[in-house]
Each structure stands twice: as C-alpha cells, then as structure tokens.
T-cell receptor, first 117, second 111 residues
Framework: NAGVTQTPKFQVLKTGQSMTLQCAQDMNHEYMSWYRQDPGMGLRLIHYSVGAGITDQGEVPNGYNVSRSTTEDFPLRLLSAAPSQTSVYFC????????????????FGSGTRLTVV | SQQGEEDPQALSIQEGENATMNCSYKTSINNLQWYRQNSGRGLVHLILIRSNEREKHSGRLRVTLDTSKKSSSLLITASRAADTASYFCATDQTGGFKTIFGAGTRLFVKA
C-alpha cells in the first residue's frame, strides 16, 4: 500500500546514545518533514526537505540531523539522546505545487514512540 | 511559538449536534489545513484551503478562511461518536515551506 513508513515503532534509548529514525515514502513526494509531538500538544517541526539534497531547519532542530539522498527516504538522526527528546516522532510527505503555493495535504506515517532514560 | 492556535481547547457535544472549532494565526499564509488525530495514531488530512479561497466543503466538513482576521473555522455537521478525536490546524507561511501546527482541539462526541 502506498504511504509513509516509519521504523521502528517503539524505541528506548539511554541518555547519550545515538540512533536513526527511518522514514520512507513511495508516492514520489518532493516534500518530506519530521515532527515531534509531546503529550497533549500539537506537532513541532524539526527539519524538512523540498527535494533530494535539500534540507532546512524547522522550529526545534537542535539535537537532530537529517539528510535527503533520495526522493524516497528522509532519516532523522539523534546525535546524543537526552530525556527531553522523549516524544512521538512523525514523518510526513507531500507534493509541492508548481504555482508557488506551497504544498498539498500531508500524508503522515504512524509514528515512532521514543523514550530516553 | 506556534503559528496556529485552536479554540476551544476541548469540546464535548451530543451525537447529531454540530461542532465548530476555530484557528487563529499570526503571519500571512499560503495555505491552511485541518487534520484529525485519533488517540495514539498518526494525523489524517481533512481539508486544505488556500489563501485566495474563502470556503470549502468536504462531506460533513465546512472550512472557512478569513485572511483579514487571520482566522479559520472548521464545522463538522451532524457529528457522530466516530468523530471523537483531536483536530489540528496547520499553516504554511507565505514564501516558505514550514508547516506549523496548533495545539489542537479535543472533540468528544457522546452517543
């Protein structure tokens, strides 16, 4: 089924460990992004990409790195995990309009629940 | 700080009633989107309205956009228990690709 696939679904890390959250989409979407959602809150944008080789920072980029070597994949790397990074992480993708009007509606993955102890 | 802010934070209604949620934002936008999130799940896209549009419909959903007031509303008519979820507005700032979400409205529809 077409969509956005995130792995793993659950992860527990120790403080200071590093890891990569995987995100892949098979819809040929140019735009991909990572959000984190803390309990009872909305989503905060971490990083985004408008195409292969192009990435930019969102609202809360510190402690995270991204790269976009292919259209399909957009991994999120936690460099040195901290308890403050305990959250649910969502990846999303969309087509980009050719009219300068931004993106279309996003397709979201099902999320990765990360706990840092 | 978040671009979009929903109001109310929580809403409880009876099945069959209409539910109205509001979203306010701070800067000029390209688009405004509404999403639904069921507990513990990913977000589902409901509707997108562009800055040059004033109203859109999709099934039981009606979205309005007032760019002069920097606000939008989502109306769900004839609500059902299955509409129980959190609803988020999200805005794309003019000239950019940063989509910023509000904190959401929690809707509870009682059967």
């Amino acid at each position: 089924n077409a969509g956005v696939t995130q792995t793993p679904k659950f992860q527990v890390l120790k403080t200071g460990q590093s890891m990569t959250l995987q995100c892949a989409q098979d819809m040929n979407h140019e735009y991909m992004s990572w959000y984190r959602q803390d309990p009872g809150m909305g989503l905060r944008l971490i990083h985004y990409s408008v195409g292969a080789g192009i990435t930019d920072q969102g609202e809360v980029p510190n402690g995270y790195n991204v790269s976009r070597s292919t259209t399909e994949d957009f991994p999120l790397r936690l460099l040195s995990a901290a308890p403050s990074q305990t959250s649910v992480y969502f990846c999303a993708s969309s087509y980009v309009t050719t009219s300068g009007q931004g993106v279309y509606g996003y397709t979201f993955g099902s999320g990765t629940r990360l706990t840092v102890v | 700080s978040q671009q979009g802010e929903e109001d109310p934070q929580a809403l409880s209604i009876q099945e069959g009633e209409n539910a109205t949620m509001n979203c306010s934002y701070k800067t000029s936008i390209n688009n405004l989107q509404w999403y639904r999130q069921n507990s513990g799940r990913g977000l589902v896209h409901l509707i997108l309205i562009r800055s040059n549009e004033r109203e859109k419909h999709s099934g039981r959903l009606r979205v309005t956009l007032d760019t002069s007031k920097k606000s939008s509303s989502l109306l769900i008519t004839a609500s059902r228990a299955a509409d129980t979820a959190s609803y988020f507005c999200a805005t794309d700032q003019t000239g950019g690709f940063k989509t910023i979400f509000g904190a959401g409205t929690r809707l509870f529809v009682k059967a």
